[in-house]
């Protein structure tokens, strides 16, 4: 999942002292369908070796965000190259980070994507009971940073590796392991336009591993992160009106969002399947002016906006933008020309809404044995993919109420779920 305290508010949850398998959070996926919207159960023993032995090793790299991922990235590459599978690693601009994009199997059909994050967020001032960047067991749990969100998934995918090729794949399989993430889907984005766009024989579907208990997740809220610098006119505080105060035209925009916040609290459109079920519009940081007596030249403030698929972004930043210029800004510039407002473009992605009769939602349904279809609050990498043109779902092993949280854990039966989901694949994508 993506965005700082991602979407929900689970890292900023009171119930740290709850017991974490039995939350309730608001934040695990809705299920639309009442029935039976758990996977089925059968194949939940213990996960093979393999996949625990890779869960261990991948969990072992300290991938935080802020930090270089090139050695993780380097091990699936050597890891995939004993298979005879070649990566294409698709770098940064400081050579330090790289996504990681390889193909298995025949390159001139469409293939089934499979697509996950290799970046953690970060350990530092969580109180964590054991090393984050060692899986310990404890009972059927494993705990580690990234254990739910998401290096299992990969992991499950890198040990059963070996039994796709050994059948024989007729269909591709393609893995896209990417950097930064959690940052905002940044590189995702930089291998969509490098390389995955390129393709001569596009991926026809693509899984997005993000933990969702192997539930299938059809629907995500998009988001805008966005500065507003405001440029007013200093002078001294006495002479108040001979200046342009920044802080006050900033608070100004400040309750625009509010209010904008508001009719859509009231008057939606509302999508039952989200929680909250319309479009959210908030300011999180301000900050300007230097001193009391001093009409403040700057302010500075952060907003966001969550938008349901079907609400545009950039039609509620346009209107913000309208207000200032048709609102604030001719005072403003009668006092001095060179005031105004600069917006500045911090983070984001689009939603994601995959119909529930498109082929990828019915493959993820028949692999993971899910008969419903959830919404989550959360963001991932699958709106971008699908804007890309390759249809996507979200489906993956772990909770994200465990996820960002110290003592991250993923349980075994999760983890033998993912497995059984990916034998299923080999038997679609399989020659025997
Ligand atoms: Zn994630």
């Known amino acids: 999942m993506t965005g700082p305290g991602a979407d929900a508010p689970k890292s900023e949850n009171t119930d740290a002292d709850a017991p974490k398998s039995e939350n309730t959070g608001a934040d695990a996926p809705k299920s639309e369908n009442t ?122 995918i890198l040990a059963l590796l070996p039994e796709f090729i050994e059948r024989g794949l007729e269909t591709p399989l393609h893995l896209a392991f990417s950097h930064d993430e959690e940052i905002g889907c940044v590189g995702v984005r930089r291998l969509l336009d490098r390389h995955i766009s390129g393709m001569d024989v596009k991926p026809k579907a693509c899984i997005v591993g993000e933990p969702t208990e192997m539930k299938v997740v059809t629907g995500h809220k998009g988001k805008r992160s966005l500065r507003c610098h405001a440029r007013g006119h200093e002078c001294h505080s006495a002479l108040a009106p001979s200046g342009v105060n920044a802080v006050e035209t900033a608070a100004e925009l400040v309750a625009f969002l509010r209010r904008l916040s508001r009719r859509f609290q009231d008057n939606g459109p509302f999508d039952p399947a989200f929680e909250p079920s319309h479009t959210t519009v908030h300011t999180g940081t301000i900050s300007g002016g230097t001193a009391l007596n001093i009409v403040p030249r700057d302010c500075t403030f952060d907003y966001e906006i969550r938008n349901l698929p079907g609400d545009d972004a950039e039609a509620i930043q346009a209107e913000l933008e309208a207000f200032a210029a048709d609102t604030l800004l001719p005072d403003m510039r009668a006092v001095d020309p060179d005031t105004g407002f600069r917006f500045e473009e911090c983070s984001g992605f689009p939603g994601l809404d995959t119909p529930a009769d498109a082929a990828v939602t019915e493959l993820a349904q028949a692999l993971s044995g899910a008969n419903a279809t959830s919404k989550v609050s959360f963001g991932t990498e699958a709106g971008l993919f699908s804007r890309a043109g390759i249809p996507a779902v979200v489906c993956g092993p772990g909770s994200i109420r465990q996820a960002h949280r110290p003592d991250e854990f993923i349980t075994t039966e999760q983890v033998a779920l993912c497995e059984a989901f990916m034998r299923r694949l080999q038997d679609r994508v399989c020659r025997s």
């Open 35 to 156: 029935d039976a919207d758990a996977p089925k159960s059968e194949n939940t023993g213990a996960p093979g070796n393999k996949t625990l032995s890779m869960i261990e090793r991948l969990v072992a790299f300290d991938t935080t965000s802020h930090k270089s991922n090139l050695q993780l990235i380097e091990f699936v590459r050597d890891t995939l190259s004993e298979l005879g599978v070649e990566s294409v690693l698709v770098a940064d601009e400081t050579g330090a980070k790289a996504n990681l994009f390889a193909t298995a199997g025949p390159k001139d059909v469409p293939g089934i994507l499979l697509s996950g994050h290799t970046d953690v967020v970060p350990v530092e001032g969580q109180d964590w009971h054991s090393d984050p960047f060692k899986v310990t067991r404890i009972e059927g749990r494993l705990h580690g940073r990234g254990t739910a969100d998401m290096k299992s998934f990969i992991a499950v």
